[in-house]
């Protein structure tokens, strides 16, 4: 348990270094043991956080271990676990630039092999609901589906993976390319990849995640 631990602290400070991560927004959570969770504390300022400050709670979202409250959204973690059983690492941050693409609800369409082949295709954008709802929480895990990513309507994003590493490395993708997208946008116009391409990294994404 301690490793998730520590996986998740270095994840924090990977964040906070690239600026995806800052002040007290976003959370960051895995599966640890039997039916229990590593989950970030409610109202903590990330860039002193330590290992004493993650929370260990079951699957119903009773806490286990730890001092603090748990993430006001732990909610939406435990609905992308029930739903995702592929999923054991999660991450929601307020990065600015997939919150710019929330704010305005806009999807991020495929605009680059290799975000479509490790996000899985076109990344949605979730119907607004109110922070911390079990209503927010289903309406991400419907904009998610199967894929690596979401945006949370004029609330940031979300990433999944495997791992901690898995889910910190699409948390780095999504927000670089949905910079690369806004700024094409004020550039000039984004294309979008051809549908056979497209389909194509889909399949790729689906056969390395044995989905298929
Ligand atoms: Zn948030």
Redesign the pocket.
């Known amino acids: 348990m301690s490793d998730v631990r520590k996986e998740i602290i270095k994840a924090i400070k990977e964040l906070v270094s690239q600026n995806i991560l800052f002040a007290k927004?976003?959370?960051l959570s895995a599966k640890c043991g039997k039916d229990q969770l590593v989950v970030t504390a409610s109202g903590k300022d990330y860039s002193v956080v330590k290992e004493e400050d993650l929370i260990v709670v079951d699957y119903q979202g009773k806490v286990i271990e730890g001092e603090r409250k748990p993430s006001s959204?732990l909610p939406l973690h435990l609905a992308i676990y029930k739903k995702r059983p592929d999923v054991n690492a999660i991450i929601?941050?307020?990065a600015i630039w997939p919150y710019v693409l929330s704010v305005t609800h806009q999807s991020l369409p495929p605009i680059s092999d290799e975000f479509t082949i490790l996000l899985g295709g076109e990344i949605k954008v979730s119907k607004y609901e109110f922070?911390g709802t079990d209503k927010l929480a289903e309406s991400v895990v419907e904009s998610l589906g199967m894929n690596n990513a979401s945006l949370?309507a004029n609330?940031?994003c979300v990433t999944v993976g495997r791992t901690v590493e898995e889910a910190l490395e699409n948390m780095v993708v999504l927000a670089n390319f949905s910079k690369v997208y806004v700024l094409a946008k004020i550039f000039g116009t984004p294309h979008v990849l051809p549908d056979w391409a497209i389909e194509k990294e889909k399949e790729m994404y689906k056969k390395w995640h044995g989905f298929v």
């Open positions: 927004g976003g959370n959204e929601h941050t307020h922070p949370i609330h940031g």
